[in-house]
């Protein structure tokens, strides 16, 4: 990177507080992101390797596949050439000419049906043998990933796998800088993390196989190792792609975020407090609830 580059974003470090929330902020003026964001998850190979890792792990030759939300395929190139078959879900119709022609231009057209529409509403015509599916927000709070493999898992054979399985979701207490109008953000740049008050403590984890509750209604004792206020919990969902292949969050999925408490509270070094975490799955955080007694 050039140092002109390196200036010209040090000196936009504030004014980009915010760009990567908008960025990944669903609109339905298009059915899905901002094309930004498709270029920032295409981009990291953190996320890509995450899931090559586990493809690699699994046999997909000549196994049947399930992927909900492909957008610019960028997982999927890398299990498709492998499989006998392969149902593509994506939501966006903005995708379609392009979902379109690049399987087309691929030759993979003639083993893959593309599902345009709501994957929480699809009916597979068979039993797969893996879905896969990165429709995650952090804690699953603004996404649909609980729900739509809720639906799809009806679909896997007795000994299919979902990728990812498992998310496990944990906080630390601590104090951010919050401009008004906003209750979270996600971490761009670490000098934009908060000033940590506690230890990371897992809120709840999510087993992607079995899970129906909708709902986050957790408790949980925290121990401060700083005294302060505390304004927020630090977030962080850490997912099992595959057994010994993990993501644990980067800036184009499920970031490390900050999320405002109801309340701001002092704490006191060596004195425990409950933390409690009120969140509907594929909601928002701006109307669920975090607060500390």
Request: net charge negative.
């Amino acid at each position: 990177m050039s140092f002109e580059l390196l200036s010209k974003i040090v000196d936009q470090y504030e004014a980009l507080k915010y760009d990567l929330l908008k960025a990944q902020t669903f609109s339905q003026e298009h059915y899905g992101f901002p094309p930004i964001y498709y270029k920032i998850m295409e981009t990291d190979a953190v996320r890509v390797n995450a899931y090559k890792k586990a493809f690699a792990k699994y046999d997909f030759t000549n196994k049947v596949v399930c992927e909900a939300g492909v957008g610019t395929l960028a997982l999927t190139q890398h299990f498709l050439p492998q499989v006998r078959k392969a149902y593509l879900i994506e939501n966006n119709p903005d995708l379609k000419e392009f979902i379109n022609k690049k399987l087309k231009e691929s030759g993979w057209d003639s083993k893959v049906e593309v599902i345009f529409g709501d994957a929480m509403k699809v009916e597979l015509p068979e039993q797969v043998d893996y879905i896969v599916g990165e429709l995650m927000s952090i804690y699953c709070g603004n996404e649909y990933q609980v729900q739509i493999f809720q639906q799809l898992r009806k679909f896997l054979k007795p000994n299919g796998k979902l990728l990812p399985e498992r998310i496990v979701n944990v906080a630390q207490l601590a104090n951010a800088n919050f401009d008004d109008g906003h209750l979270h953000y996600p971490i761009n740049f670490t000098r934009h993390l908060p000033e940590m008050l506690s230890l990371q403590v897992e809120v709840n984890t999510i087993d992607l196989y079995t899970q129906a509750e909708l709902r986050l209604e957790s408790e949980i004792e925290v121990l401060p190792i700083m005294s302060g206020e505390a304004n927020c919990i630090y977030m962080r969902s850490f997912v099992q792609v595959a057994e010994g292949c993990n993501f644990t969050g980067t800036d184009s999925l499920m970031p490390p975020t900050v999320w405002k408490l109801e309340q701001p509270v002092q704490l006191v070094r060596d004195t425990s407090v409950k933390l409690h975490v009120s969140l509907g799955y594929g909601t928002s955080l701006d109307s669920s609830n975090c607060w500390v007694q």
